[in-house]
């Protein structure tokens, strides 16, 4: 039998895979099974599917294999370079190595490389084949419905989702290797300068409440959906109040629901205990996210492992920026997919984004960091001064200004 391998982003992202393997499979009978402790479907001829992801700890999830069936690497476009490269390296020893790739275009990655070295011309390499599958391809779509959703994503957005084009303004927010080390183990809860983000669930999302101090430690408290307005508020009141904490609260474009629940909070904790953020309006989503990207690159923050991070590490992984042209003026866009899937939320990536805006806006700011800064304006301010030489008593020449708050 030969070892094969199914590789994707995320755990959460083989559910609908493994769901689809399962039916393939089911006319097999006892002829097939599945190991959960190794992951993997075990064939009669003792043939052996595996299914592994990017979030192996070491991020060599294919150590030890040596695939001389098939290596599939599905959603390619969100998985690590480094994966993908250590995936490769199981099939050198094999005589005639099988490869699929396919995935959603998502900017210039390694994804397009090896679709770009499968087209015609001066840099193909025979040994890649690519293809372009369309929506309106499939034999089970709907043309009418593909046209509404162009009208609805706009072009740009439409020819990279449905005619699978690449795009060079678009691309994943987070890399592989930041989300890794975002995640860490016990962390005890300290500080005086607590944030709560807390994104609303609208129709179908969650919502979402993140605890940040002010050292860039985090922790998803909670994730719910289609709960009472009631008990929402409760929830979020008793957060606060436990954790003593700030909170942060997606408003949207400043009425509707979000707007209301600013009004009920207020009035259970009191004046000063929120701070609304308004991220239906141009570039203040933008700019929560843009914070967030920098200090999750720069390694500023630590979210501490739970049963909700599982959800956030997925939806970061997934989680896209996309460059606009609105009348003549270029602008960023973050969202999470796009799609109707069960996992296709952002909740906890922007409860995130959120408590960390409390956490560079809503207080004073760390003392340290005050402290720094300050230093800095003096120092600038003695720069700016008409002081030039002066001259050293009894006519000895010149000196340079010295002292407190003086270069020397």
Known sequence: GTESCLLMPTYK???????HLRRAVAPLGRRVRWKEVDKCFVFSNRAVLYVRTGEDKEGVPTRGLTLDGVLWVDEAAYVARSAWEAARFTQVAVAEPLVIVTGTPCGRNWLWEEWHAGQPGPDRNPLNESFRF????????????VEDMKKKLGLKKAMQELNAEFLGDAGAAFAH???????A??????????????????????TVCTLMNEFGEAWVLGRWQHTAWPDTERKITEFAQEHDALIVLDLGHGGGYGGAMYDYLERSLGRGRLLGVRTGNIGVKAQLCEALIADVENRRLQVERGDFTPHLRHELTFFESHREVV??????????PQGDGEDDHDDCVVSLALANWGRLHGWEGPQDEVE????????????????????????GGYYFPSGPGYAT
């Open 13 to 19: 992202s083989t559910k609908a895979a493994l769901r």
């Open 134 to 145: 369309r929506s309106l391809d499939s034999p089970y779509c709907n043309p009418e419905f």
């Open 177 to 183: 290797e930041d989300i890794q080390a975002l995640f």
């Open 185 to 206: 183990g016990s962390l005890s809860v300290r500080g005086e300068q607590r944030s709560l983000g807390v994104d609303l669930a609208k129709e179908r999302d969650f």
């Open 327 to 336: 009348g003549g003026v270029e602008r960023m866009r973050y969202h999470g």
């Open 372 to 395: 720094d800064l300050s230093e800095y304006v003096k120092a600038t301010e003695v720069l700016k001064r008409r002081t030039g030489w002066l001259n050293q008593p009894g006519g």
